[in-house]
């Protein structure tokens, strides 16, 4: 994995009347501290990439849909730096996702129905001086093949 990326399974406890999960807590240890919560929704085949912050981390969840998520190492002293990471999250894959600071990430919607994404950030976005370095979804140095490869 990517240094400073953690992937945490989370638990769904399941009875005749539906489930329940808890998908962050304080004692995870995961956000050094909270600053917004968003929501977003894409439809199927949508690409959103790339980008990266200098200032802040970021937790992904995906409730509904799936997603494949990629990750790019832009960190110039991390042990890392250059790596490229794929994780597949979503409804089919119910997991929480920590990007560190300087590690740049998109995904693709998967599948035929919309993907939902909510995201915890350790810092409010400021539009004024916004922290997100954008990186175009095709960029040559990172070289990620979006096509799903049939087997």
């Not at 953690?6 to 600053?35: M, P, Q, T």
Request: with cysteine; aromatic share 12%.
């Amino acid at each position: 994995m990517i240094e400073g990326v953690i992937l945490k399974k989370l638990i769904k406890h399941c009875d005749d009347r539906g489930f329940f999960a808890e998908v962050l807590r304080d004692d995870d240890g995961l956000l050094s501290n909270f600053g917004q919560l968003s929501w977003s929704t894409s439809f199927p085949g949508v690409i959103k990439a790339f980008h990266y912050h200098e200032e802040q981390d970021d937790i992904w969840f995906f409730p509904s849909g799936n997603a494949q998520v990629v990750l790019y190492d832009t960190r110039e002293y991390s042990l890392t730096k250059g790596k490229i990471e794929v994780c597949y999250m979503g409804e089919n894959n119910p997991v929480i996702l920590l990007i560190p600071r300087g590690v740049a990430h998109g995904y693709r919607v998967l599948g035929e129905k919309p993907a939902t994404i909510i995201y915890c950030t350790t810092k409010s976005y400021n539009p004024n001086k916004p922290d997100e370095k954008r990186i175009p979804w095709n960029d040559e140095k990172i070289g990620f093949n979006w096509e799903t490869k049939h087997r």
